[in-house]
């Protein structure tokens, strides 16, 4: 989103190299952390919100996906002999369709 770079101070283009470092010396942990501050919020502003059920409790959604990976990229994913694959599940909460948690895995 070029428009808000201007607002973070920066006057130019940013190009996606300079993006892919700077992300790769970033600890995850940083992402995680502002995930949990963002499901928080997420739930306070849709505690009221109805699906068309009445239930006293939270009412939670699981899914599985796998996501193909290139096997010459990703050779640790090896799903099959020529596919690569991770297999990534998540567990929503229907109220708001918030994802509440994500854990990746090997696609076998």
């Given at each position: 989103?070029?428009?808000?770079l201007?607002?973070?101070?920066?006057?130019?283009?940013?190009?996606?190299?300079t993006?892919?470092?700077?992300?790769?010396?970033?600890?995850?942990?940083?992402?995680?952390?502002?995930?949990?501050?963002?499901?928080?919020?997420?739930?306070?502003?849709?505690a009221?919100?109805?699906?068309?059920?009445e239930?006293?409790?939270?009412v939670?959604?699981?899914?599985?996906?796998t996501?193909?990976?290139?096997?010459?990229?990703?050779?640790w994913?090896?799903?099959?002999?020529?596919?690569?694959?991770?297999?990534?599940?998540?567990?929503?909460?229907?109220?708001?369709n918030?994802?509440?948690?994500?854990?990746?895995?090997?696609?076998?």
């Open positions: 989103m070029p428009e808000k201007y607002h973070l101070g920066i006057r130019g283009t940013v190009s996606r190299t993006l892919a470092v700077a992300n790769e010396k970033r600890d995850w942990r940083i992402y995680a952390d502002f995930a949990q501050v963002l499901i928080h919020e997420a739930r306070r502003l849709h009221d919100e109805s699906f068309g059920v239930l006293d409790e939270t939670d959604a699981f899914d599985s996906t996501i193909d990976l290139c096997l010459s990229l990703f050779p994913a090896q799903f099959r002999k020529t596919k690569g694959a991770v297999k990534m599940h998540t567990l929503l909460d229907l109220r708001g918030i994802p509440v948690f994500i854990e990746v895995t090997h696609a076998k």
